[in-house]
């Protein structure tokens, strides 16, 4: 599957410089594992690390400059980190496939000369055939909406392309690396990702993936009030990020894997305490109604009856049952709502869809429950704090040799952290 092995982020927020995971040049770092779990205090950063991606997502949907606006950001000088006058940068660290080379995406955005937001820099990296060490070779660089990019995937760039100097001369780059393998590239919109427009042809496979990568990512910003809205019919595939479309990607799922779709509800009843089956109705209008059959009751109640919790575990487990998950899962808070007790096994299964060997997403959240950690092992677990300056600094759990001892011993990792075992300080 399709993984983010290391991210990075400077001057989004509280995130003034925070990384995680593995990149080209930390060889001797460990990647992202499968289920990444960041934990914290309020207030120390973990709804702006959840938002980073959902940033870098709309960037790419809708350009930078809308990307600042959505969402309630209040623009790009609302989200750039307090005190700072540089651009907001990321980095990706990503792997197609299991033994796919890791390409390297690294963007920068700033205000242009008349305040608007707009893309400073932009770059694709990747180490040549057969080499596992050395500098990767860019085959995408922009700078200002303009610069060079390589042709398929097979293609290796010249190394006047890589120096990491920011104030590179594009044009003098441009005409060093000219050749039957590249094409000069211009956009017309600076405001516009340029993954977002040669990702849309075909001479630039490796670009195209690394847009649908992004394109395919499912950040939840799930409300149960919204799941229990009753849309108008029409089946769409994937549930969108509020959890409103529920009973559309129900009428997908019963039509598109009509022989399995009986057999999903099943499984996902099993998992849901109190619940012993779960069916549709047809409405008058062809919607499909969710049916949820309580144990000790004779009449089914609808979803608009049932609890936020029931609501939101439905919602998670039919979302791991897809045929076709998205690659990247990234779920904010998932214990709001729900019995401290359902935790554990609501982990497992986010962990057992994340290792699946087939069908599987990277799955990423952010949590401050105890109960839920406790169903964690340290490599799993990142730990956000807020440093002296006010901004967030981040490490991973398994770093501290105490706690994986402690952990080896059978000492939960939640309640290691409710003692303040965790503590940086």
């Given at each position: 599957?399709?993984?983010i092995?290391?991210?990075?982020?400077?001057?989004y927020?509280?995130?003034?410089?925070?990384?995680?995971g593995?990149?080209?040049?930390?060889?001797?770092?460990?990647?992202?594992?499968?289920?990444?779990?960041?934990?914290?205090?309020n207030?120390?950063?973990?709804?702006?690390?959840f938002?980073?991606?959902?940033?870098?997502?709309?960037c790419?949907?809708?350009?930078?400059e809308?990307?600042?606006?959505?969402?309630?950001?209040?623009?790009?000088?609302?989200?750039?980190s307090?005190?700072?006058?540089?651009?907001?940068?990321?980095?990706?660290?990503?792997?197609?496939?299991?033994?796919?080379?890791?390409?390297?995406?690294?963007?920068?955005?700033?205000?242009?000369?008349?305040?608007?937001?707009?893309?400073?820099?932009?770059?694709?990296?990747?180490?040549?055939?057969?080499?596992?060490?050395?500098?990767p070779?860019?085959?995408?660089?922009?700078?200002?909406?303009?610069?060079?990019?390589?042709?398929g995937?097979?293609?290796t760039?010249?190394?006047?392309?890589?120096?990491?100097?920011?104030?590179?001369?594009?044009d003098?780059?441009?005409?060093?690396?000219?050749?039957?393998?590249?094409e000069?590239?211009?956009?017309?919109?600076?405001?516009?990702?340029?993954?977002?427009?040669?990702?849309?042809l075909?001479?630039?496979?490796?670009?195209?993936?690394?847009?649908?990568?992004i394109?395919?990512?499912?950040?939840?910003?799930?409300?149960p009030?919204?799941?229990?809205?009753?849309?108008?019919?029409?089946?769409?595939?994937?549930?969108?990020?509020?959890?409103?479309n529920?009973?559309?990607?129900?009428?997908?799922?019963?039509?598109?894997?009509?022989?399995?779709?009986?057999?999903?509800?099943?499984?996902?009843?099993?998992?849901?305490?109190?619940?012993?089956?779960?069916?549709?109705?047809?409405?008058?209008?062809?919607?499909?109604?969710?049916?949820?059959?309580?144990?000790?009751?004779?009449?089914?109640?609808?979803?608009?009856?049932?609890s936020?919790?029931?609501?939101?575990?439905?919602?998670?487990?039919?979302?791991?049952?897809?045929?076709?998950p998205?690659?990247?899962?990234?779920?904010?808070e998932?214990?709001?709502?729900?019995?401290?007790?359902?935790?554990?096994?609501?982990?497992a299964?986010?962990r057992a869809?994340?290792?699946?060997?087939?069908?599987?997403?990277?799955?990423?959240?952010?949590t401050?429950q105890?109960y839920?950690?406790?169903?964690?092992?340290?490599?799993?677990?990142?730990?956000?704090?807020?440093?002296l300056?006010?901004?967030?600094?981040?490490?991973r759990?398994?770093?501290?040799?105490?706690?994986?001892?402690?952990?080896?011993?059978?000492?939960?990792?939640g309640?290691?952290?409710?003692?303040?075992?965790?503590?940086?300080?």
């Amino acid at each position: 599957m399709s993984k983010i092995e290391g991210f990075k982020v400077r001057n989004y927020r509280a995130l003034h410089n925070v990384q995680m995971g593995k990149f080209w040049n930390e060889n001797d770092k460990a990647p992202l594992s499968p289920m990444t779990v960041v934990i914290g205090k309020n207030g120390v950063g973990k709804s702006s690390l959840f938002d980073a991606f959902g940033f870098l997502a709309d960037c790419l949907k809708t350009g930078v400059e809308e990307a600042c606006d959505a969402r309630g950001r209040g623009g790009f000088e609302r989200i750039r980190s307090r005190g700072q006058s540089g651009p907001i940068e990321f980095e990706v660290y990503y792997r197609g496939d299991g033994n796919d080379r890791p390409i390297t995406y690294e963007l920068a955005i700033d205000l242009d000369k008349g305040g608007r937001p707009y893309v400073l820099r932009e770059r694709l990296r990747q180490r040549r055939k057969g080499t596992s060490t050395g500098r990767p070779l860019s085959f995408l660089r922009l700078q200002e909406g303009k610069g060079i990019a390589w042709k398929g995937d097979a293609a290796t760039a010249s190394k006047q392309l890589d120096t990491d100097d920011t104030n590179v001369n594009i044009d003098e780059l441009i005409q060093k690396s000219e050749s039957a393998e590249t094409e000069a590239v211009q956009l017309d919109d600076k405001r516009r990702l340029g993954i977002a427009t040669l990702g849309s042809l075909k001479q630039h496979p490796r670009i195209t993936a690394f847009r649908r990568f992004i394109e395919g990512w499912y950040l939840s910003y799930f409300t149960p009030d919204a799941a229990r809205s009753l849309p108008l019919a029409g089946p769409q595939k994937q549930l969108n990020v509020h959890g409103d479309n529920l009973g559309n990607v129900v009428q997908y799922m019963e039509r598109e894997h009509k022989a399995r779709f009986q057999s999903i509800l099943d499984r996902i009843a099993e998992k849901i305490p109190g619940i012993q089956t779960i069916d549709t109705l047809p409405s008058p209008d062809k919607r499909l109604l969710l049916r949820f059959n309580n144990k000790g009751f004779v009449d089914p109640f609808f979803a608009q009856e049932m609890s936020d919790g029931t609501l939101k575990v439905f919602a998670y487990l039919l979302l791991l049952e897809d045929p076709n998950p998205p690659p990247f899962i990234c779920i904010e808070e998932p214990e709001n709502g729900l019995y401290h007790k359902l935790l554990e096994s609501l982990v497992a299964e986010f962990r057992a869809h994340a290792t699946s060997k087939k069908h599987s997403s990277q799955v990423f959240v952010t949590t401050h429950q105890p109960y839920l950690v406790d169903a964690l092992q340290p490599d799993e677990v990142w730990i956000l704090e807020k440093g002296l300056d006010g901004f967030s600094t981040i490490r991973r759990a398994s770093d501290h040799p105490v706690v994986n001892a402690m952990v080896e011993q059978g000492l939960p990792l939640g309640g290691l952290w409710y003692s303040d075992y965790l503590d940086g300080k």
